[in-house]
C-alpha cells in the first residue's frame, strides 16, 4: 500500500497522466449518428483499431440540441469533440469560445471549397421534401406548390431549434421568400402534421404512414434503394433550389488537451471514415472514399441550384426568423 502510493505521487509531481484518461476520446454527437444502422458504430470500430485507444460516443437529439448543450456545459464540458453541428451553427459555436482551431486535415471534395480554421466537415446534402410516390402522385415541383398545394396531403417537419434539418428548412423558407416567409409559412402550417425535436422521430412517422410526405435529404432515397430494394420513396429538387447543408466537426477547448482529439479529425478526412459516410449516414462524402459511390446515388435528383446563407448572416438572423416561425406555428 505505501508502495502504491509513493507510485501514484511520484506520477502525479512528474505530470504522468494516467494511462486511461489520455488513452480516451469522447465525441458528442446526435442521436440518428450512434444509431446500429447509423456510422457511429462502424467509424468507433475503425478509430479504435487505429488508435488503440477506446473512442465513446455521448448523443442527443438533433445538432441544434447538441450546441445548445455544449454552450451550457462550457468549460466544464466532458466533449473532446463536437460532431453533428453544421455551417448554420458555426459562427454561433466559435463565438462561444469553446472551440479550438483543429490542426492538420485531409484533402475536402466539398462544394464551393473549405476554409475554416477550427471545424471540419465530414458529410454534405442537400434538403429535400421526401414523399411517397403511391400517395402522392403529383408531388411539389417548387417550394411555392410545396406552400400553397393541398393541405389534405401532410408534411411531417423538425423542429429549429432543436434540429439541423428543422433549422434549414426555415433558411430555405427565408432563401426563397425573403421578408415573406412569414406569409408562406401562414400557408404552408395547414399542410404539417407535426413538428418533431430531430430528424430520426419525423422520418420514423414517415415510414409509418403517418404522413405522405417528410422534411429530409436528397439522398435519402438512397437507403430504400440500396438497404431495403425498395423505390416507393422519392426526393425532390425544386425549381427555386435546394438548401445545401455541411455537417462539421470541432475540437473543444477541453479536447485541445487530448491528442486523441486531433488524431480523429485527422481521422475523419480520410477513407476509413468517408468510406462509412454514403451508406449510414446517407449523405456525401466530404472527402475522398476508396471506392465510388453506389451507383444509386446517380439516380438521386440533383439541385438546379444550392441554397445556403453564410455562418456570420445566421448568427445575426437565427433567432428572430425562428421566432417567426414559432410565433406562426403556434397560433
Known sequence: MRRL??????ACLLGIVPA???D???VYTYESFTAEWGP???????FEAECKCDLEFVSVADGVALLNRVKLEGAATKADVVLGLDTNLT???????????????GELTVPGGWDDEVFVPYDYGYFSV???KDKVPNPPKSLKELVEGNPE???????????TPGLGFVLWM?????DKAGEAWDRLKHRVLTVTPGWSESYGLFTKGEAPMVLSYTTSPAYHLIAEKVDTYRATAFEEGNYMQIEVAGITTTGAQNPLAAQFIAFMTSPAFQDIIPETNWMFPAAKTSTPLNPAFDTLPQPVKPLVFAPEIVERNRKAWVDEWLAIMSE
Open 130 to 132: 421526401v414523399y411517397n
Open 91 to 105: 459562427a454561433e459555436a466559435k463565438a462561444t469560445g469553446l472551440f479550438a482551431p483543429h490542426g492538420e486535415i
Open 40 to 46: 457511429g458504430p462502424q467509424v468507433e470500430k475503425a
Open 5 to 10: 502510493t509513493t507510485s501514484v505521487s511520484l
Open 20 to 22: 486511461h484518461a489520455a
Open 24 to 26: 480516451k476520446l469522447t
Open 153 to 163: 396531403e401532410k408534411i411531417v417537419l423538425q423542429d429549429p431549434r432543436t434540429s
Open 174 to 178: 427565408r432563401a426563397v421568400y425573403g
